[in-house]
């Protein structure tokens, strides 16, 4: 007879319309639960799970689950994709709540390496025993990466510039859009963003196409550029980032012109595609070039760059944590 599932509660930081949540704990419960795991959002009481999934965000409640759970011979997971006293918020104002949950923890689960070093020399997290690396997985996508439906040349076009993300998260990037709206390349430049900020936005950059952000339809509208600009500031917190937008731009066939973030410079040489790194607005005017750009969107199309993407797959990730969790289990019983 086949043992039991292993039963896995998540408990994320957010709804489905929050990326990190919804690429940090929604995707990763659907790909497990296919894997055939026993997964919940939030704990069933009559059932407690085996492993306690939270993300991020640290309360009384969630606290008081892990010591039930821990006191039953669970384990504790706790992923966390930002940085920062700024970045966490709530998470670090209980110092105390704090320090009673990291001593319940057996395993912190990160997005990039980077963010992986930074958060082991905290001596707050010094008593956690293990530290995985997982990578965000491509957005907006389920399962493996399917083909991309082709696309035409932009040829000597005037071309669709994007920017996407949390509306705060934009000033970054802004020095690198407002060229872009006065270049005779680009036909127009759109802030892709949170709908209660579209109408401050508006009123402040009239030169920008400020579209609401939804779940459903931001693929289709994403699909239908040519390039986005991803900035990154370049402070502590900003320098661990993920590539998820990145990914998530590739993914839909649009050039992605990014910051040199670690994670974003890696996935660009991984792509083979290192000029996708810029340093300045001057950069990505230059990039605009009609021969260089269409080679550009050509290679994004490109046999590699959809090779390489798959390692980003919703599915690739959770078999990542799968292999992560098998060797837990037998570091556990040696």
Known sequence: MAPPPIRIAFFPAGTINTASSRLRCFGLARELERLGFAVTLGVDASALPQIFFVQKVITPDVLRTAQVIRSLGGHVFFDIDDYGDAALGGL???????????????????????????????????????????????????????????????????????????????????????????????????????REFVDLLRQNYPGFAITPWSLEAFPAVLSGMDFCVLIHDQSLEGIQKSNNKMLASLALGVVPFVSRTPAYAETAEQMGMPELVVDSPQDVLDRLDPKAFDNLAARVAGERCRSELQKYSPAASARIFTAKLAEYVVALSA
């Open 92 to 194: 670090l104002s209980d110092p105390e709540t704090f320090s009673q949950f990291m001593q319940l923890v057996n395993v912190v689960i990160v997005d990039t390496e980077t963010r992986r070093q930074v958060i082991q020399q905290d001596p707050r997290f010094s008593v956690v025993p293990h530290f995985w690396v997982i990578p965000d997985p491509i957005d907006y996508v389920y399962g493996d990466l399917e083909e991309l439906p082709p696309r035409d040349a932009p040829g000597g076009r005037k071309l669709h510039a994007c920017w996407f993300g949390n509306a705060p998260n934009i000033a970054p990037a802004l020095p690198y859009l407002a060229p872009l709206s006065a270049s005779g390349r680009v036909a127009d430049v759109n802030v892709l963003t949170n």
